[in-house]
């Protein structure tokens, strides 16, 4: 095949794909804008392979807002880092919550469809082989929860487990009480918020 008609091919295949991506952004009509607060890269079993993680905070309220605007910033990330194989968007509640446990929304887009092959704890036998993964919860916390989080997850560390058959790496007791003191609330009142992940399937891209 003449080198002239190689490079069309090319460049066809890259409009198509350019067209697809604008095509599926433009069904996230309930994405809301997004700040990145944060990133770090995913370690991988393969050299082949390349991940990132980023965190982003936005005033999104409900499920579907959680859930399309981490899906708009994966879409987003993809175009200004083509390097990554896998992209992970995380939307966390507060920057002072990045890489803790709680979260509003996750997406996974494996843009070589491989899923989350090659990812240490992830089931090699079911999370491999899809192009998205995204789940959402349906409500944000509530303003008291939030401070909570906040408090918990930044002192955690001054409260070391003083047993060590322990399977947390704090003492829950004094932490509980540390927060409890310092919000002025009962420590049956404290306890460490969760937001419940459900997957989002509402769109049709999502599940190719």
């Known amino acids: 095949m003449p080198v002239k008609y190689i490079i069309v091919l090319f460049l ?5 794909y350019c067209s697809v991506s604008e095509k599926d952004k433009s069904k996230l009509t309930r994405a809301k804008t997004y700040q990145v607060v944060g990133e770090h890269g995913i ?17 999104a309220g409900n499920f579907d807002e ?10 987003e990330m993809h175009q200004q ?3 990554y194989d896998l992209i992970q968007i995380t939307l966390v509640p507060h920057e002072d919550l990045i890489a803790t446990e709680l979260s509003y929304a996750s997406a996974f887009y494996a843009v ?4 989350l092959a ?8 079911t999370m491999t082989n899809f192009k998205w993964l995204v789940r959402a919860a349906e409500n944000p916390l509530q303003t008291k929860d939030l401070v909570i989080a906040k408090l918990w997850y930044k002192h955690m ?7 060590p058959l322990s399977s947390l790496s704090y003492n829950k007791e004094k932490l509980i ?10 420590k049956k009142e404290i306890r460490l918020p969760r937001a419940i992940l459900k997957d989002y399937k509402s769109l049709d891209f999502l599940i190719e």
């Open 12 to 16: 066809s295949l890259i409009f198509i």
């Open 43 to 59: 370690t991988l079993n393969n050299d082949s392979r390349r991940a990132n993680v980023w965190f982003i905070t936005s005033d």
């Open 66 to 75: 959680f859930a399309q605007t981490v899906i708009l910033a994966a879409f």
């Open 81 to 83: 880092h083509k390097q």
């Open 112 to 115: 070589d469809k491989k899923g």
């Open 118 to 125: 090659n990812i240490s704890g992830a089931d090699q036998n």
């Open 157 to 163: 560390a001054d409260f070391p487990s003083e047993d």
């Open 177 to 186: 009480k540390f927060v409890s003191d310092s919000l002025r609330l009962e």
